[in-house]
């Protein structure tokens, strides 16, 4: 039976007991609301009691475990931040003669607001990773050859060489440069600015798989020929296939 292929949540609830870290669902925003807890204990103007240093760490502990159980650790944070709050730096004249529900509540109001805001912060940095790593690396473009089944041999920059063989793709040149020798890895890159001699470069090793980024002369050149027809283009990266 190939597991692999049912529809399942599993890998979902896997990762929910995943360690808490940065790149858990909610990790970052554990370790933001654990850090302003630590900053606001240490800035307590009375030394801080043992009972609340024990109960302080154990509670990060126990959400460090897993990513499911930061969330309640999250909650048990509220009552440890809110008595760190009385005799700190960050209470005013107002705070002191509030009752200890009504602390309780400004707590807990401050934690779901770090929470909440490291969550959408999280989220950004995520998307501008995904999105710097596809400006990067022609991702969509293996997939569709990939799903289209799509071969030939291939001519490729230094920059996409190592992501393309881990794809288990044969790459035209990669970032061991000192395998392929100084004078074929300025032929290539020569060769993808269109200079003088492109064309014998290419005659000499004779690809006909050319994946490149949009800003690459080659591409231009290349479509000129009535050899070379475009398989892929996105908005970084295309793929021409050519005879």
Known sequence: IKISHLQS???GAIREWDSTSLTTDHGFSFIAIVLLVFATIALKKERPTVQMVLAFLSTVYFGLQADRQSLLALIALVPIFGQALMGSWFESEIDRN???VVKLWKAGVIILFVGCGAMLLHSASIRYIEDSFERMYPKKLLDYLDKNHIEGK???SVEHGGYIASRGRLVFLDGRLDLYGDP????????IRGEAGWREFLAKYKPDLFILDNKNVLIELLMKSDKCQSLYSDQYHSALKCV
């Open 98 to 100: 509030l009752n200890a």
């Open 9 to 11: 949540t599993a890998p």
């Open 184 to 191: 074929f890895f300025y032929g290539t890159g020569l060769t």
């Open 154 to 156: 291939l001519f490729n």
